[in-house]
C-alpha cells in the first residue's frame, strides 16, 4: 500500500517569512495530493490540492509543486501570519474511477507555528 | 449552510458500552469516509461507502459497523468499546469523480 511520509514534524518560522513543508509518497500509482489544514479542536480543511498532471500549483499565499520522478511534494507558504498557525497534513491517493473513491494516505503532520 | 456535521462533539463513556456517532452531509456527495484520528494526531483512514455501498474497509475489529441509510448519512456505530477506541473521529464526504474530501468537526470520543 501507499507510504507517505512527511518533514517536518513541526516548523517555527517568523512572521512574514515563507514555510516549506515537504513529502514523499511510495505509491507510482497515485495520482492526487491535497494539502489539509487543521486548526486546534477543529476538522481538516483542504487548502490546496494537485493532480499527478500538474507540475506547480499556486492559490494567493499558497503554492505546492510535485515531483513525480522522484516521487515528492511540497507546500510553500508565503509571507505567513499568526493565523497560518496550525497543523499541515499532506495526503496521496490513486483511483477516482467511477464506482471508487479515492483512499487518501496521509502524512504525519507538521505542527507549523507562526511567531509575531 | 454546515457542509459536514457529525454528532456529538464529544462522547465520554465506559469499556463495554456501545455507542453511535452519527454524521450528515449536505454536499449532494455520493461517497462518505469515516477516520480515526489517534492521539499523535495520525490519521487513518476506517471505512467508505459510495452510493450506500462499502467500498473501503480497512483493518478495523468488527465492533465497529458502519451504517448508511443513504447518500447523506453515514453512522459509526461502536460495540463493547475499549480504552484504546479513545480517539478524534471524523466523517468525510467526497463527489467520487472530483476526489476532493470534505471533512466534519470529528467527535472526540473518550473511553474511561
Known amino acids: 500500500g501507499e507510504n507517505v511520509e512527511q518533514h517536518p514534524s513541526t516548523l517555527s518560522v517568523q512572521e512574514g517569512d515563507s514555510a516549506v513543508i515537504k513529502c514523499t509518497y511510495s505509491d507510482s500509482a497515485s495520482n492526487y495530493f491535497p494539502w489539509y489544514k487543521q486548526e486546534l479542536g477543529k476538522g481538516p480543511q483542504l487548502i490546496i490540492d494537485?493532480?499527478?498532471?500538474?507540475g506547480e500549483k499556486k492559490d494567493q499565499r499558497i503554492a505546492v509543486t510535485l515531483n513525480k520522478t522522484a516521487k515528492h511534494f511540497s507546500l510553500h507558504i508565503t509571507e505567513t501570519q499568526p493565523e497560518d498557525s496550525a497543523v499541515y497534513f499532506c495526503?496521496?491517493?490513486?483511483?477516482?474511477?467511477?464506482?471508487?473513491?479515492?483512499?487518501?494516505?496521509f502524512g504525519s503532520g507538521t505542527q507549523l507555528t507562526v511567531l509575531p | 449552510d454546515t457542509a459536514v456535521s457529525q454528532t456529538p462533539k464529544y462522547l465520554v463513556t465506559q469499556m463495554g458500552n456501545d455507542k453511535s456517532i452519527k454524521c450528515e452531509q449536505n454536499?449532494?456527495?455520493?461517497?462518505m469516509y469515516w477516520y480515526k484520528q489517534d492521539s499523535k494526531k495520525f490519521l487513518k483512514i476506517m471505512f467508505s461507502y459510495n452510493n450506500k455501498e462499502l467500498i473501503i474497509n480497512e483493518t478495523v475489529p468488527n465492533r465497529f459497523s458502519p451504517k448508511s441509510p443513504d447518500k447523506a448519512h453515514l453512522n459509526l456505530h461502536i460495540n463493547s468499546l475499549e480504552l484504546g477506541d479513545s480517539a478524534v473521529y471524523f466523517c468525510?464526504?467526497?463527489?467520487?469523480?472530483?476526489?476532493?474530501?470534505?471533512f466534519g468537526p470529528g467527535t472526540r470520543l473518550t473511553v474511561t
Open positions: 495526503a496521496a491517493s490513486r483511483g477516482g474511477s467511477s464506482g471508487s473513491a479515492r483512499q487518501l494516505t
Open positions: 468525510a464526504s467526497s463527489q467520487e469523480v472530483l476526489g476532493e474530501q470534505y
Open positions: 494537485i493532480r499527478s498532471n500538474v
Open positions: 454536499l449532494g456527495h455520493d461517497t
